[in-house]
């Protein structure tokens, strides 16, 4: 792994649901069906990993309805997971009430009918994230360990690129990314590989140190 992400915000406002319906609270989820994408999905971690610890949601209260394989085929969701149809629509599903909530991010239908299962998300988000000294990271940029061994050259020009390509971007799009570095991004990762393991996501906990190499971590 090389200490730049690539992408990642805020993730509060990611899950919703019907008001019309009924009102909910976090804690309401539990014993109910809530959609996410795939169960290890980013967004989907965070956004448990923020109802378990802000909010005292038992994860394992909730039936996860997912509709996308894994990203490793070696990867099996927890019991408390059920796969719908690939062509689900969890925004229509949630919206009908098939779903007491889910979790979509981007793909949040724009109806006036959804509302955030977390109150005043992004008031929320930023306490959160000054409080606990993180920024939600969606995406790390890696190499393969061979190249770095082999070539660590070609991987230092790769972080120098990149580095240099968030620097010529407009602040207005860099402003709101996770910040570029090693330490800059410690907390961030040891809270996603803690929830990753809470969320049996991961087998066992990774340390910090395991996500580089010499070569990597040299770099931040």
């Not at 200490?3 to 993730?11: F, H, K, L, N």
């Not at 988000?125 to 360990?145: G, L, S």
């Not at 620097?167 to 990762?189: D, F, H, I, Q, Y």
């Amino acid at each position: 792994m090389l200490p730049i992400p690539v992408s990642g915000r805020t993730q509060h406002h990611c899950i919703g649901f019907n008001k019309e319906l009924g009102h909910l609270d976090p804690k309401d989820i539990e014993g109910k069906k809530v959609g996410v994408r795939t169960y290890a999905q980013t967004t989907g971690l965070w956004v448990k990993g923020i109802l378990q610890h802000e909010h005292g949601v038992d994860l394992d209260k909730v039936t996860w309805m997912t509709i996308d394989e894994s990203h490793l085929e070696e990867y099996r969701d927890p019991p408390n997971c059920q796969r719908l149809p690939h062509d689900a629509k969890l925004g229509k599903m949630m919206l009908d009430g098939e779903l007491a909530a889910a979790i979509l991010g981007n793909d949040m239908p724009k109806d006036p009918r959804v509302q955030t299962l977390i109150p005043d998300p992004f008031a929320a988000a930023e306490e959160w994230c000054r409080r606990e000294d993180v920024m939600p990271i969606n995406h790390m940029f890696v190499v393969h360990q061979d190249l770095s061994k082999q070539h660590p050259e070609i991987v230092r020009e790769i972080y120098r690129m990149l580095v240099e390509s968030r620097n010529l971007a407009p602040e207005s799009v860099t402003s709101a990314l996770p910040p570029v570095g090693l330490e800059a991004n410690r907390k961030t990762l040891e809270m996603a590989i803690q929830w990753s393991f809470e969320q049996k996501i991961i087998p066992r906990r990774l340390s910090f140190d395991e996500l580089f190499d010499d070569t990597t971590a040299s770099l931040g």
